[in-house]
């Protein structure tokens, strides 16, 4: 993905400000409140405008997954939901994150995101009603709000910057995300959100128990990632919610949600669900790493090197055997990318003002997606130019823009500068595409069996888990059940 320099600036002058916050404030009802408010630089923010653009930054930088059919089958669901809440008349947003990460997470303001590695484990509409409808309470009950810091709302701001400005992939921050959100909320905020998501099902028609099952798929997800964890000596993720602060027989948990299931039946509606909706709706469905398009236009992919840079609309980039030179069309500017071998006892500012011929001045500091490096202006016989050195992988990326009216175009040659990063792996990732399918099982087949024509990690520990029989469980004769298959959708 490719920020702007000016989307850059507010993410990250953001999460400055809200990174020195004192504490939030508004109310604290179940009911919700009138937004989120937090003491950062001397002003008070609210947190609630800073979701909208944020929200809006995502949405303009690809973090929805395309899947017209699906978001419009999981809004109908929230919205369902939402109208039985105690914010009935609440303006919430319901989105499919493209990540493969199990997760989902609310911030403030209404918006709910659902990752789609959530909903290819998921087994039906009332479990997936049932995460929506937590994830509502966290916002109707003013969980963000009623925090003694600020510190979840810096999380929104942080994980939204840690996208957009290339430092990381999608799955990574709603991993990231989500393990501060457990932390954040806590086992009192998790268990107000079971309740009263519970309810909200209830009323809507959906039976409260599935919140159970939902705990189960999840447990087995925690159970299955230790058990990786263990092997590969790397820490587990969690989800923030319903399963991290329950286990299974949590006798609070399964209290709050038959209290729910116990509420007057002339409020609750009739049952809502469709048969075959969700299975249909996930029929299909992309599993694993996005497939979705990841190139920009006006980004330049050097895939053997591993970097990106972005220049404006209409310039070309010239790769040769020893530069590369992106030009404006008019050829009024261009910026050539040289390649050197690091000298580690050297910084990039030193490396610069070792290779700079004239007058250095307007030197500036560079750290952008996890790199370091310096830039400067070289001024010499009535010229100047905009110098660059960022280190990466061993090596010295040399930077060096002219330009005939160069006061006009330096800006530009800058934001070029600053737009290098590290290929991320959705737009280096290559082979064949896969998708989620439901398949009846053929008489004598096991999920060993079926697994051998998988090819995935963990092939039947995955069968399991997408089919709520791991670790040891097996299909029955003519089930429908999910299997990862290649191919188009």
């Given at each position: 993905m490719n920020p702007s320099p000016l989307l850059r600036n507010f993410l990250?002058?953001?999460?400055?400000?809200?990174?020195?916050?004192?504490?939030a404030s508004s109310s604290s009802s179940s009911g919700g409140g009138s937004g989120v408010v937090v003491t950062a630089g001397g002003r008070e923010v609210k947190i609630e405008d800073e979701s909208d653009e944020l929200y809006a930054k995502m949405m303009e930088e690809g973090a929805a997954y395309d899947d017209p059919e699906l978001q419009a089958y999981i809004e109908r669901i929230g919205q369902r939901l939402v109208a039985h809440s105690d914010q009935p008349d609440g303006e919430f947003i319901f989105t499919v994150i493209d990540s493969p990460d199990i997760n989902a997470f609310a911030t403030p303001g209404g918006y709910i995101y659902i990752n789609?590695?959530?909903?290819?484990?998921?087994?039906?509409?009332?479990?997936?009603?049932?995460?929506?409808?937590?994830?509502?309470?966290?916002?109707?009950?003013?969980?963000?709000?009623?925090?003694?810091?600020?510190?979840?709302?810096?999380?929104?701001i942080a994980t939204t910057a840690y996208i957009l400005t290339g430092s990381g992939d999608l799955a990574d921050a709603s991993s990231m995300y989500g393990q501060e959100l457990?932390?954040?909320?806590?086992?009192?905020?998790?268990?107000?959100a079971d309740g009263l998501g519970a309810e909200y099902m209830h009323k809507a028609g959906?039976?409260?128990q599935e919140l159970l099952e939902v705990i189960g798929v999840l447990k087995d997800q925690e159970q299955y990632q230790r058990v990786k964890a263990r092997s590969s000596g790397?820490?587990?993720?969690?989800?923030?919610?319903?399963?991290?602060?329950?286990?299974?027989?949590?006798?609070?948990?399964?209290?709050?949600?038959?209290?729910?299931g116990e509420l007057d039946e002339d409020e609750r509606s009739p049952d809502p669900v469709?048969?075959?909706?969700?299975?249909q709706m996930v029929d299909g469905m992309v599993f694993g790493p996005s497939i979705q398009g990841q190139k920009d236009e006006n980004r330049f992919y050097h895939n053997k090197l591993a970097f990106t840079f972005a220049h404006p609309p209409g310039w070309s980039v010239?790769?040769?055997?020893?530069?590369?030179?992106?030009?404006?069309?008019?050829?009024?500017?261009n910026l050539t990318i040289t390649i050197a071998r690091r000298d580690a006892a050297k910084t990039p500012e030193q490396?610069?003002?070792?290779?700079?011929?004239?007058?250095?001045?307007?030197?500036?500091?560079?750290?952008?997606?996890g790199l370091q490096g310096y830039s400067a202006v070289a001024s010499a016989g009535g010229t100047a130019k905009r110098l660059a050195v960022i280190d990466y992988k061993g090596l010295n990326y040399q930077f060096e823009g002219a330009a005939g009216d160069f006061a006009a175009m330096d800006k530009t040659l800058l934001e070029i500068i600053e737009s290098f990063r590290p290929l991320l792996d959705r737009e280096r990732r290559s082979g064949t595409p896969l998708y989620v399918r439901y398949v009846q099982v053929p008489r004598g087949a096991t999920y060993a069996s079926i697994a051998s024509s998988i090819r995935i990690p963990d092939a039947e520990a995955q069968l399991r888990l997408l089919n709520g029989h791991y670790p040891r469980g097996e299909p029955r004769t003519g089930d429908w059940i999910k299997v990862i298959q290649p191919g188009p959708s």
């Open positions: 990250l002058g953001s999460l400055a400000a809200l990174a020195v916050s004192g504490c789609r590695g959530l909903l290819a484990y998921l087994d039906n509409e009332a479990e997936l009603a049932g995460v929506i409808s937590h994830e509502i309470a966290h916002v109707t009950a003013n969980h963000h709000g009623r925090q003694k810091s600020g510190r979840i709302t810096n999380q929104v457990l932390s954040g909320f806590g086992r009192e905020h998790e268990l107000e959906y039976d409260a790397k820490p587990s993720g969690t989800y923030h919610g319903l399963y991290a602060t329950h286990p299974r027989n949590d006798q609070r948990l399964q209290t709050v949600i038959r209290t729910a469709i048969p075959g909706e969700f299975k010239s790769t040769g055997s020893s530069a590369i030179v992106a030009s404006a069309p008019d050829g009024a500017a490396a610069l003002r070792a290779g700079a011929t004239g007058d250095l001045s307007d030197g500036k500091v560079l750290e952008q997606a």
